[in-house]
């Protein structure tokens, strides 16, 4: 008698999808990401034909709308983008990292009318009282780093640093 567990096996989709569950409760994911989570667990199970079962999971968590990429895309523009103020740049590459369809990502990004040189404003204004002591070419390069880093427009970048002396001395 084999240990592995079939497709049909009621068990076997039973664990993927409590297992589905017991994601879920913890945050949202993408298809991409429960994919990638739902292989790791088939194997450890030693699930036969896994991508049939895998299939099967993620077309009942579609069904019952906890699966839905766009979604997920438009929760993470509009509560972690404001939280955590980040650029368009920054953004696209959670969206990558997620498996997030580009097009989608862009279209997301686009609709919302971001305006990404306030939330770059407002990302140099938190940090500007811990730099008050550093000279002004200091300043700017550390300015320059967190705002690229943070995934922000080049040019909204330079042109942010290019009023830094004046906001920082009034």
Not at 61 to 76: I, Q, S
Not at 92 to 100: E, L, N
Not at 103 to 115: G, Y
Not at 138 to 149: E, N, P, V
Request: charged share 35%; no cysteine.
């Amino acid at each position: 008698m084999s240990h592995e567990l079939s497709i049909q096996s009621p068990k076997g989709y039973q664990l993927l999808l409590s297992y589905a569950f017991s994601l879920l409760a913890r945050k949202g994911y993408s298809e991409f990401e429960f994919r990638r989570k739902f292989k790791v667990k088939a194997a450890r199970l030693k699930l036969e034909e896994p991508d049939e079962a895998i299939d099967r999971v993620i077309d009942k968590l579609k069904e019952l709308g906890y699966l839905n990429d766009e979604e997920l895309a438009r929760n993470y523009l509009t509560y972690t983008v404001p939280g955590k103020p980040q650029g368009r740049g920054r953004f696209m590459a959670a969206m990558y990292r997620r498996g997030i369809d580009r097009d989608l990502a862009v279209r997301l990004w686009d609709a919302e009318e971001v305006d990404e040189e306030e939330l770059a404003r407002k990302v140099l204004n938190s940090y500007l009282p811990r730099w008050s002591r550093l000279e002004s070419n200091s300043r700017k390069r550390k300015a320059q780093g967190l705002l690229l880093r943070r995934g922000f427009n080049p040019g909204i970048v330079w042109r942010l640093i290019a009023t830094l002396d004046s906001s920082v001395d009034s």
